[in-house]
C-alpha cells in the first residue's frame, strides 16, 4: 500500500520557523519529483515547493521564495520541507505529494498525495 505521511505540522508565532517531514511507505521517493502544496479555508490548493528525483533542481512559488527550502533525504526515504519567517498567510494545511513526471507545478501532475498537516501563524 502506498502511503505518504506528513509530520510537522503544528502552531507557530508570526516570524518563527517549523519544519514538516514527509514519509513514505510502498513508495521509493528517489523516483519520483516531490512537493509540496497547501490549502487555505475558503482557497484552492496552492504550490508551494517542488525537488526532482535527485534533488539537484527545485522550484517555489513566490510566496514562499527566500523562506521556504524544501530538500530530500533518498536513502531514508523522506521529504522535509523548512520554512522560517513565517506570516499568517502561510496558515493552511500542507499535503506532500509525489509525481513520476519531471519538476511540476500543478497539481494534476501529481499522483501520490500525503493526509496533509496543519500549519497555523499566528499574527
Known amino acids: 500500500q502506498v502511503q505518504l505521511v506528513e509530520s510537522g505540522g503544528g502552531l507557530v508565532q508570526a516570524g518563527g520557523s517549523l519544519r514538516l517531514s514527509c514519509t513514505a511507505s510502498?513508495?521509493?521517493?528517489?523516483?519520483?519529483?516531490m512537493g509540496w502544496f497547501r490549502q487555505a479555508p475558503g482557497k484552492e490548493r496552492e504550490f508551494v515547493a517542488a525537488?526532482?528525483?535527485?534533488?539537484?533542481?527545485?522550484d517555489y512559488s513566490d510566496s514562499v521564495k527566500g523562506r521556504f527550502t524544501i530538500s530530500r533525504d533518498n536513502a531514508k526515504n523522506m521529504v522535509y520541507l523548512q520554512m522560517n519567517s513565517l506570516k499568517a498567510e502561510d496558515t493552511a494545511v500542507y499535503y506532500c505529494?509525489?509525481?513520476?513526471?519531471?519538476?511540476?507545478?500543478?497539481?494534476?501532475?501529481?499522483?501520490?498525495w500525503g493526509q496533509g498537516t496543519q500549519v497555523t501563524v499566528s499574527s
Open positions: 505529494a509525489g509525481s513520476g513526471r519531471p519538476l511540476r507545478t500543478a497539481d494534476y501532475e501529481y499522483y501520490y
Open positions: 510502498g513508495l521509493t521517493l528517489r523516483a519520483l519529483t
Open positions: 525537488s526532482s528525483w535527485i534533488g539537484a533542481n527545485t
